[in-house]
Nanobody
């Protein structure tokens, strides 16, 4: 069973930055892609950013140019660098690791709060 441990959330003023981390208990090379959602997926959560095993990235339009997703295979960790944060970015952010259409793993979520 793969475990994903998120960290880095918190309270920041508008215009500030945060870096979220998602550490996997196993090798991230086994996942076809990893990403970050805002809100839980069972609450119609939305994909914020994703990175494939080949390094291709995808972003929601609302965060393009402000957020950057990256991965460190040596540390089995995926990062989400968040800059120029706005109050609308406030949410619980969840890390996801996808093996295939039938197998995926989720972190416990980390709260990001942006004050105006």
């Amino acid at each position: 069973q793969v475990q994903l441990v998120e960290s880095g959330g918190g309270l920041v003023q508008a215009g500030g930055s945060l870096r979220l981390s998602c550490a996997a208990s196993g090798s991230i090379s086994t996942f076809s892609y990893m990403g970050w959602y805002r809100q839980a997926p069972w609450k119609q959560g939305k994909l914020v950013a994703a990175i494939s095993s080949g390094g291709m990235t995808n972003y929601a339009d609302s965060v393009k140019g402000r957020f950057t997703i990256s991965r460190d295979s040596a540390k089995n960790t995926v990062y989400l660098q968040m800059k120029s944060l706005i109050p609308e970015d406030t949410d619980v952010y969840y890390c996801v690791a996808v093996v295939d259409a039938d197998v995926d793993y989720w972190g416990q979520g980390t709260q990001v709060t942006v004050s105006s």
